[in-house]
């Protein structure tokens, strides 16, 4: 099996990467609040990249059927809590042909390494920062993808043609639920940063 990506192709798949980063950045593409944990991780090693992220969000998404994307449409997302009057207006207001879902999702965070050493360590630092759904994504010839997840998710159809499916009682509970996984998400990112922190230190040391 695999174990790791020659140096003078990696360099090269890396730069790309941060040039990428850097791109979607200046263009606004970027969750400001996802980016001291992305400048942690590429900060952390030569042999690491982040290539995708999302802070957590909260999403309206109208599927025709659950869990096929290739019907599903965005209707209206965020990347903070947002205030339930809001949320509540965009779902009465939602006039589209298939059911919407209301969706919650936490932190994730796709991350290239030459190594597959060092994607196990990024991965067993994402499980000890509290990301218990860390796992090593894919390998293949061009590096070894660790992908960064928590376990906070909800998934709740909230309108069906003209019926809505819930009720203001119901935002009030969400609006609560919402503004709970965010202080989580804050929490965990945090601790990841403290732990790449505290383990670049040790190396340096060394």
């Given at each position: 099996?695999?174990?790791?990506?020659?140096?003078?192709?990696?360099?090269?798949?890396r730069?790309?990467?941060?040039?990428?980063?850097?791109?979607?950045?200046?263009?606004?593409?970027v969750?400001?609040?996802?980016?001291?944990?992305?400048?942690?991780?590429?900060?952390?090693?030569?042999?690491?990249?982040?290539?995708?992220?999302c802070?957590?969000r909260?999403?309206?998404?109208?599927?025709?059927?659950?869990?096929?994307?290739s019907?599903s449409?965005?209707?209206?997302?965020?990347?903070?809590?947002?205030?339930?009057?809001?949320?509540w207006?965009?779902?009465l207001g939602?006039?589209?042909?298939?059911?919407?879902?209301?969706?919650?999702?936490?932190?994730?965070?796709?991350?290239?390494?030459?190594?597959?050493?060092?994607?196990?360590e990024?991965?067993?630092?994402g499980?000890?920062?509290?990301?218990?759904?860390?796992?090593?994504?894919?390998?293949?010839?061009?590096?070894?993808?660790?992908?960064?997840?928590?376990?906070?998710?909800?998934?709740l159809?909230?309108?069906?043609?003209d019926?809505?499916?819930?009720?203001?009682?119901?935002?009030?509970y969400?609006?609560?639920?919402?503004?709970?996984?965010?202080?989580?998400?804050?929490?965990?990112?945090?601790?990841?940063?403290?732990?790449?922190?505290?383990?670049?230190?040790?190396?340096?040391?060394?």
């Open positions: 099996m695999i174990t790791e990506v020659d140096r003078r192709i990696w360099r090269e798949i730069r790309k990467h941060i040039i990428s980063l850097t791109r979607a950045y200046r263009k606004g593409l969750d400001k609040g996802i980016m001291p944990l992305i400048e942690e991780i590429n900060n952390y090693s030569e042999d690491c990249v982040t290539t995708s992220s802070y957590g909260i999403v309206l998404i109208s599927f025709r059927y659950i869990g096929d994307k019907l449409s965005f209707y209206r997302k965020w990347h903070e809590p947002v205030e339930k009057h809001i949320l207006r965009e779902i939602y006039k589209g042909r298939y059911p919407l879902w209301l969706i919650l999702q936490s932190t994730i965070v796709h991350i290239k390494c030459r190594t597959l050493d060092k994607a196990i990024l991965r067993n630092m499980l000890e920062a509290g990301y218990k759904y860390s796992k090593i994504l894919s390998i293949s010839s061009r590096g070894f993808t660790t992908e960064i997840s928590g376990t906070e998710r909800l998934n159809p909230v309108k069906r043609g019926k809505i499916l819930i009720n203001e009682e119901f935002m009030e969400f609006s609560e639920i919402m503004k709970e996984m965010f202080e989580r998400i804050e929490i965990k990112k945090n601790r990841l940063i403290e732990i790449l922190k505290n383990k670049n230190l040790k190396i340096r040391k060394n």
